[in-house]
């Protein structure tokens, strides 16, 4: 994972080139430059943020072809009790019209392996999707475990439909919830799994897959168990300064309010786009983005949630 960096690598206003419903409440858009330049290269579980106006940010995961830069897709689930963003975009966005994008970010890169076992719920298939093909073309073992409410509100199944038998849907209202101790259990060392979905479903994952190699992203902050909150120094090593973090405030506030530019998004510890590098002093991590071994390691923090254990930090910034 690369740590954040205080100007975005890409940021563009593009056109809606297409918009199709992938399933019932999913709306899969295809965007592309204006003037039809290239968009940057991507990889299977990259994510865009799509400025949809003043305090309406949202992700959302590629699901297209990373081969194909002439476009972008996004799949968008309507979120009748969400915060705005899905229901902008399912009622405004239409073709021809022009949002603002800027990206791409992978906190979910896939990683070379012999075998793969593939868990997605609900919209959590969008980054999944991609991952398939690329596993597919690199001769690999996998399989797909695919769950929803119902059948009709599961995305992509006719582009899934390709690959036969190692993709099993299994719709809840059709067959219950997801039989994860089928595909999860006695696996062979060498395989990766890979998750994206509800929470619930993350959750079960990781209790089945104790010390196993696991990748998951999540829609939503995981809850976290932190200690008290304390007061702490941030030094800014490129900058010069040192600013006191406040108990109840973050180091995200703290370094915007001094006046230190910083890339953020989701401000809730799920996108890593405020990913920074830690020169000196132990995170408290409470995001839901870093692996345990990231965390253990402590050289990077998600500013906009993490704290410190001790009483200074010494931060890229």
Known sequence: MTSSSPSPAYEAELVVDGREFAAHGVLALTL???????????????????????????????????????????????????????????????????????????????EPAPRYRFVAGGIGITPILPMLAVAEAAGAQWSLLYGGRSRESMAFQAELGVYGDRVTVAPQDESGLLDLGAVLDGLPEDTLVYSCGPGPLLDAVEERCPGRALRMERFRPKEQLTGPDNEFEVVLERTGRTVTVPVGVSVLDTVRAAGVEVL??????????????????????????????????????????????????????
């Open 32 to 110: 592309r430059h204006p003037l039809g330049e290239e968009l940057p290269a991507w990889e299977p579980g990259a994510h865009v943020d799509v400025l949809l106006g003043p305090a309406l940010e949202r992700q959302y995961s590629l699901c297209g072809d990373p081969a194909d830069r002439r476009v972008w897709r996004i799949g968008v689930l309507l979120e009748p009790d969400g915060r705005g963003g899905s229901a902008y975009v399912h009622a405004e966005l239409k073709p021809g019209d022009k949002v603002r994008v800027r990206g791409p970010r992978n906190n979910f890169a896939l």
């Open 264 to 317: 953020f998004s989701c401000a809730e510890g799920t996108c890593g786009t405020c990913e920074t590098d830690v020169l000196e002093g132990t995170p408290d991590h409470r995001d839901s983005v870093l692996s345990d071994e990231e965390r253990e390691a402590g050289e990077t923090m998600l500013i906009c949630v993490s704290r410190c254990r001790g009483a200074r930090l010494v931060l890229d910034l």
